[in-house]
């Protein structure tokens, strides 16, 4: 099993629209979970961080943690063109390493 | 405050030869983490410094080193080149453990001919 891993999709949704991406990650000790976002030929931006179960919002952007599940998403409100990116969710684990998933690219549809 | 900056920002080198990249991190900062980025692996981690000390190393071979000096500055050396390595080489700084999220310079994109 991949230590995180995401629907590499495309995904792809019409403006105004809720863009919803899920990440799962295998290692139940991890406490720290980040979603960046990169566009084409640009380095990753850090945009989220969330480290307690629950809902963490930032302007159009929710963070969502569930430890049980081991799973986390980020959902994008009032989607714009600009967000089309590829979005990486990134987990620390017990290892102190920070482990990528391989991204979810997203377009937005005006 | 000034972001993460890495040179150069593009090379060409051929097999066999070896590569010196560099990397400052963000004022303040004392972790620098390297990662190679390709289209199949997406994001691996090489390894995390943290005050001149290699904390963590991801799976890679011994061909890849890193340093950190003492101003937190961090240079990644590749040798005996190979056309695999051929990669966007990515520096990221934190001002922790990591735990409070890792921000990146803008990479350096090494072709291997």
Request: proline residues 4%; positive net charge.
């Amino acid at each position: 099993q991949k230590e995180v891993e995401q629907n590499s999709g495309p995904l792809s949704v019409p403006e105004g629209a809720i863009a919803s991406l899920n990440c799962t990650y295998s290692d139940r000790g991890s406490q720290s979970f980040f979603w960046y976002r990169q566009y084409s030929g640009k380095s990753p931006e850090l945009i989220m961080s969330i480290y307690s179960n629950g809902d963490k919002e930032d302007g159009r952007f929710t963070a969502q943690l569930n430890k049980a599940s081991q799973y986390v998403s980020l959902l994008i409100r009032d989607s714009q063109p600009s967000d089309s990116a590829t979005y990486l969710c990134a987990v620390i684990g017990g290892s102190e390493k920070l482990v990528f998933g391989k991204g979810t690219k997203l377009t937005v549809n005006p | 405050k000034a972001g993460v900056t890495q040179t150069p920002r593009y090379l060409i080198k051929t097999r066999g030869q070896q590569v010196t990249l560099s990397c400052s991190p963000i004022s303040g900062h004392r972790s620098v983490s390297w990662y190679q980025q390709t289209p199949g692996q997406g994001l691996q981690f090489l390894f995390e410094y943290f005050s001149e000390t290699q904390r963590n190393k991801g799976n890679f071979p011994g061909r890849f080193s890193g340093r950190q000096f003492s101003n937190s500055r961090s240079e990644m050396n590749v040798s005996t080149l190979e056309l695999g390595d051929s990669a966007l080489y990515l520096c990221a700084s934190s001002s922790g453990r990591g735990g409070n999220g890792q921000y990146f310079g803008p990479g350096t994109r090494l072709t291997v001919t």
